[in-house]
């Protein structure tokens, strides 16, 4: 039986921003690199797409699949027990013993001989993997009071680009220098021993000790009930579909990125080590740092801007994604995607800090978990199989550019997360509207 609910901490309930530690930076620090090595492991498999392909002779919609779908099978299916089981134990347990699987799953996929072993190899990771995100989101919101987390897991989500610019850099230059197996055997064998390192840096924090809840007694969330709460909550439900939306494009798009590059604007690999690299590590780095800050400083005065600040950036976005889909060589591409690799992760830290600021904080890694679940199958799993599969049909009418072709048909669903966070910006409105009349009355 559940112990009776504690209530949710809500921003205009929350107290004023407090100092914060230099132990609590040097967890986040910690927590960062980790996700800096999850996404690294992860993208390694798209910047590294050419010399796969021709290794083990895959198509397009064999990459989409491992890329995809097979990958985010496990990935978020298991997020959901994990999240489960590490709100009610060790949270920094959960996520070292996560990182080590990953790691070792990568590694071995240098030394695949074939498309089934990489794909086991892959699926593998995609397993660890589920167990790094939803346990970190907790523990940072455990360590950062409210009015400060907001910075702190936009801070924290610089590890996607940081992790991807590494990979495109570093996978990129070990692949040019011996061969695409080193990059995977290398990189796995440094998440290994950050995996054995990891609990001797980040303690577990009490839960809700930052929000007026250090001296309550220990409540373990329900697995159904924090279900069922996550889906009657029609704000956190419209996040998480808004994301995954933007997923669709933001997966779909970066999956092929290398390969559109090099196979269709002829940029070498030497070129993706330095010049790709550039945009995103700082385009993303930059949207992400800036819109965690963006969120902290007008989500006080209203929620409307979890939902408007994905709103006006992807729309921003999409001249500049069509324009790099279009440009007739791989420079003049680069120079449009900085305006996408900025603008389209706003979205993330608004639905992060609103999942973790709106439930119990027994229930944030679950919950958590649930977001990356929605939002990752919709765009891990299915934005690259998408890409793929779209590329493989149009190759008969556009042999030369059917990922071009491929491409351009993800523009619809910027403006699908554009209308399903719009519908998130006016519930969040009708219900401040309604507030404010209840303390009128």
């Known amino acids: 039986m559940t112990a009776s609910p504690s209530p949710a901490v809500q921003p205009d309930q929350a107290a004023p921003p407090t100092a914060v530690s230099g132990r609590a930076w040097l967890v986040l620090g910690a927590l960062w690199f980790v996700y800096v090595l999850n996404f690294l492991d992860r993208q390694l498999m798209s910047i590294l797409a050419k010399p796969i392909q021709d290794s083990l002779h895959v198509t397009d919609g064999q990459l989409g699949l491992i890329g995809g779908l097979y990958f985010a099978m496990f990935y978020c299916f298991i997020a959901i027990p994990v999240g489960w089981l590490a709100d009610r134990t060790n949270r920094v347990a959960v996520l070292s013993l996560a990182c080590g699987i990953w790691s070792a799953a990568t590694a071995a996929c240098g030394f695949s001989a074939n498309y089934a072993q990489f794909a086991v190899s892959r699926m593998t990771v995609g397993f660890g993997e589920a167990g790094g995100v939803p346990p970190s989101y907790a523990i940072i919101s455990d360590y950062f009071p409210p009015g400060r987390r907001g910075t702190a897991l936009g801070i924290y989500n610089l590890g996607p680009p940081v992790g991807a610019a590494l990979g495109i850099a570093f996978g990129a230059a070990i692949a040019a220098a011996f061969d695409w197996r080193h990059a995977f055997v290398l990189l796995g064998a440094v998440g290994v021993v950050t995996a054995g390192i990891l609990p001797f840096i980040v303690k577990e924090p009490p839960r809700g000790g930052l929000d007026g809840l250090a001296g309550a007694a220990p409540v373990r969330a329900g697995f159904w009930s924090t279900l069922k709460m996550f889906f009657s909550r029609p704000t956190l439900v419209l996040a998480a579909l808004g994301s995954g939306a933007t997923q669709f494009v933001t997966y779909g798009l970066g999956n092929f990125t290398t390969l559109f590059l090099m196979r269709e604007k002829g940029m070498a690999l030497g070129d993706v080590a330095l010049w790709y690299a550039l945009v995103v590590g700082i385009g993303m780095s930059a949207g992400i740092f800036v819109s965690g800050r963006v969120i902290d400083r007008f989500t006080q005065k209203s929620k409307v801007a979890y939902a408007m600040a994905p709103v006006i950036s992807l729309t921003l976005a999409i001249p500049f994604y069509i324009g790099f889909v279009w440009a007739p060589t791989w420079p003049v591409a680069l120079a449009f995607l900085i305006g996408p690799t900025f603008l389209n992760y706003f979205y993330l830290s608004s639905a992060v800090t609103l999942v973790q600021q709106e439930v119990r904080p027994e229930q944030r890694v679950m919950s958590g978990a649930l977001l990356l679940l929605i939002m990752n199958f919709i ?6 199989t998408y890409v793929g599969a779209a590329s493989d049909f149009f190759h008969a009418s556009h042999p030369h550019n059917s990922l071009q072709m491929a491409l351009y ?20 409105a009708r219900t401040e509207r309604k507030e404010r009349a209840e303390r009128g009355a």
């Open 379 to 384: 765009g891990l799993g299915l934005g690259p």
């Open 409 to 428: 048909t993800l523009v619809p669903f910027y403006v699908l997360a554009v209308a399903l966070f719009l519908w998130l910006a006016r519930t969040f």
